[in-house]
């Protein structure tokens, strides 16, 4: 990953996922890893770990903060 994790970003990132809303015996698969699919409090442990998951995360979720707050997701909600 080119973008290096900044922490103020990685604390918000950890936030939105243990404050999140989803169902614990939620699993999710991220790329092509044998450690899939992964229950919310791992992929919680990746991020904080930084490893190459959690990197993966993180891109993924500054991404989606960024359409956020350029209008991008309200915009496709209203189309």
Do not use: C, F
Request: hydrophobic share 35%; charged share 30%; no cysteine.
């Amino acid at each position: 990953m080119s973008e290096e994790i900044r922490p103020e970003l990685k604390e918000i990132i950890l936030q939105r996922l243990i404050t999140s809303k989803l169902p614990q015996n939620l699993r999710v698969s991220i790329g092509n890893t044998p450690q899939e699919p992964m229950t919310l409090q791992e992929v919680i442990g990746h991020v904080k770990k930084e490893d190459e998951i959690g990197k993966k995360i993180y891109k993924i979720q500054v991404s989606y903060l960024k359409a956020l707050k350029e209008g991008v997701i309200s915009k496709i909600q209203n189309e």
